[in-house]
């Protein structure tokens, strides 16, 4: 049992799940609450807006480090899906985490079968009232989504573009990084016009990050997505698609948007 203080005697450790057992999201849990830290706890709430009518209102940190968060994950990679969906419906924030990462090893790994890919695939978009903040949408949507849709027609997330929903709308752009790393650049610079002008901050980064990395692949693509939308652009969503560009083409896109009054 857990003192009230909140710290876990120092030789009492949970121990990893045993070479032929199946992981569960109560051991998963067990492991992380070994980890908490105040000091971690503060750092989250001081990067998250979790104030009354910020983003991530209500979402509650444990306090524990995301780098120990991925190791747990790839602990309990062989989770089943009832258990990930158990640590999905978690209030804590770092559960969740666990539980997206935990999708998307399983969803990245060759041994993997179709079968299983749907359906992370189907959960990720069920449950995703839990998907709910800008991380877990990042550690998640491009392996589990845009993997699943890499050989078929991407509609789905088309229809996630237009979505109510902010968090569904910035898996739409960012399951594009599969397509990204297989050089197919048609669907971030497609959903990217569509998400141009969301009124949301954290979709303006979106779509400028995933703009300057398709610009990777294809300097010349970026530019003509530049020259066509920089003037009207949001300036957050600009000036993360030219991060990566030199000085003087900086300047030029930033003096643009000041010369153009955005329509």
């Avoid at 908490?36 to 940190?61: C, H, I, L, N």
């Avoid at 197919?184 to 990395?213: P, Y």
């Amino acid at each position: 049992m857990t003192p009230k203080d909140g710290k876990a005697p120092k030789n009492r450790k949970p121990a990893a799940p045993a070479p032929g057992t199946q992981p569960t999201a109560v051991a998963f849990l067990e492991r992380l609450e070994i980890r908490q830290s105040v000091v971690e706890q503060a750092k989250y709430q001081r990067y998250f807006k979790t104030g009354r009518g910020d983003y991530a209102e209500g979402d509650f940190f444990l306090g524990v480090r995301m780098g120990e968060v991925f190791t747990l994950a790839k602990e309990f990679a062989a989770m089943t899906l009832e258990d990930i969906e158990t640590l999905l419906e978690k209030d804590i924030h770092e559960a969740r985490a666990g539980a997206v990462k935990i999708m998307s090893l399983q969803a990245q790994k060759k041994k993997t079968t179709n079968e299983r890919r749907q359906s992370l695939y189907e959960l990720y978009l069920r449950r995703h009232d839990r998907i709910n903040n800008w991380d877990l949408v990042d550690l998640g949507a491009g392996r589990v989504v845009g993997g699943w849709l890499m050989d078929k027609p991407r509609d789905p997330l088309y229809q996630l573009a237009r979505s109510e929903n902010m968090w569904e709308r910035r898996t739409a752009i960012v399951a594009t990084s599969a397509f990204i790393r297989e050089g197919q650049l048609d669907d971030t610079f497609a959903i990217a016009e569509i998400l141009l002008h969301d009124k949301e901050d954290l979709i303006q980064k979106a779509v400028g990050g995933w703009v300057r990395d398709a610009g990777r692949s294809s300097r010349e693509r970026l530019l003509a997505f530049l020259d066509d939308h920089a003037a009207t652009m949001p300036r957050t969503a600009l000036r993360y698609a030219i991060e990566h560009l030199g000085k003087e083409q900086r300047a030029y896109y930033l003096t643009l948007k000041d010369r153009v009054s955005p329509s």
